[in-house]
């Protein structure tokens, strides 16, 4: 559901009466207009045919693909405004988690039907997340592969703590955690964070529009994200020129009116946008991506015990991943450091079908102890598919 930002249109926040006659008008008409959005909320709620939720693809822009989708509320009850106008309403009135949790709901039964490399994101905000009605609605769905959680940037008043612990609760049962709003959180924020997935409003991109991406703050960004381990996704690309713009300088994925307006259906990319989308990659980025120099490798949990039994089957094996529950990698083990006892190092998740040179780039970003310990490949839920060790990408790019 689309939480959107800044605070509503026609839903001013509540305060002690103030004294005078233009004073006491406003106040009323304040008290009007919370009582009229009151009646809006509570009639929503009572009958969830008044919203709905559409769904805006977000695109791999190196093979013109749908990789996932954002769940978008469409509001039907009057007033014809916003949908961030609801929520800030619904949030200022103390509706907001019964709201978002309704909306999350929604969103939540068209998992069935995705794509096994799909995802559907879910927009909670940060105070809403920590509702009881929220954590029902996540707590009964029981594993949450597939799902990706978004949140903003950044949210006055509430506890980061908290935050941190119920994203961590639902990575556990396999969600991934969605930033919207990169430049809008500060790095300590962002590396507790640990966000799988950074989102960039293309308006913060000047020159954009007019096909030219501005390449300092998106190296930045980029640098930012591969730092985190995360997929950068630039947002709100509403043109053709916009999206020629990202394609020049290797953007991995983006969403906007360009690439697929929000529908109630899980749409495709069209065919001849997806054409165009590879052939303006293919004319700016090297060609090739890991899933050719992709390894296969045993996956276990991470216990000495299962790590020594898949070392003992396999004599010729080098490496070990260690995942969790849902399948994603936490950790990589060789076999000498095994034998040395030394435990699982962390890894750098790269999705499958990253081109080289941005694999590369991420390689040269990592601490000197781990550069060249092996890249850990994994798909659009952040399931483990194999490993790449780093002399076979070097190899690869000198070929």
């Not at 109630?264 to 990319?269: C, F, I, P, Q, R």
Request: charged content about 25%; proline content about 7%.
């Amino acid at each position: 559901m689309d939480v959107g930002e800044g605070p509503p249109a026609a839903a001013p926040p509540l305060g002690p009466s103030p004294q005078g006659p233009e004073e006491a008008i406003a106040a009323y008409e304040a008290e009007q207009l919370a009582a009229q959005w009151s009646t809006a909320l509570r009639r929503t709620l009572a009958d969830p045919r008044r919203v709905r939720v559409d769904y805006q693809p977000i695109v791999d822009l190196e093979r013109g693909v749908v990789r996932g989708y954002e769940a978008l509320a469409r509001f039907t009850e009057a007033p014809s405004v916003p949908p961030r106008d609801w929520f800030a309403a619904a949030t200022q009135l103390g509706f907001g988690g019964a709201l978002e949790s309704e909306l999350a709901q929604a969103a939540l039964v068209s998992r069935r039907l995705l794509n096994r490399k799909r995802f559907i994101a879910i927009n909670v905000s940060r105070g809403a997340l920590l509702s009881a009605e929220v954590a029902a609605v996540f707590s009964r769905e029981g594993s949450l592969s597939g799902i990706v959680v978004e949140v903003p940037g950044d949210e006055q008043g509430v506890d980061r703590t908290q935050v941190i612990a119920a994203l961590e609760t639902l990575r556990q049962r396999g969600a991934l955690v969605a930033l919207d709003g990169l430049g809008g959180a500060d790095l300590a924020g962002l590396a507790a964070l640990r966000p799988e997935i950074v989102k960039l409003d293309a308006g913060r991109l000047s020159g954009l529009a007019d096909g030219i991406a501005d390449g300092e703050l998106l190296d930045t960004c980029a640098t930012v994200a591969r730092k985190l381990g995360a997929w950068l996704v630039v947002k709100n690309v509403e043109s053709e020129a916009m999206l020629d713009g990202l394609l020049r300088r290797g953007v991995p994925f983006a969403q906007g009116y360009a690439l697929g307006r929000p529908q109630s259906a899980l749409g495709e990319v069209p065919r001849e946008l997806a054409a165009h989308i590879r052939e303006g990659t293919a004319a700016h980025v090297e060609s090739g991506s890991l899933a050719g120099l992709l390894e296969r490798v045993p996956t276990v949990r991470p216990s000495r015990s299962e790590i020594t039994a898949a070392f003992a089957g396999d004599p010729s094996l080098e490496y070990v991943l260690c995942v969790d529950t849902a399948g994603r990698p936490n950790g990589v083990v060789d076999r000498s450091g095994h034998d040395r006892g030394t435990p699982p190092r962390d890894v750098l998740l790269v999705p499958t079908g990253v081109a080289l040179s941005e694999a590369v780039r991420r390689v040269i970003g990592r601490p000197l102890e781990t550069r060249f310990d092996p890249l850990v490949c994994v798909d659009q839920r952040g399931v483990a598919e194999g490993i790449v060790p780093v002399d076979r990408l070097l190899g690869a790019l000198v070929r």
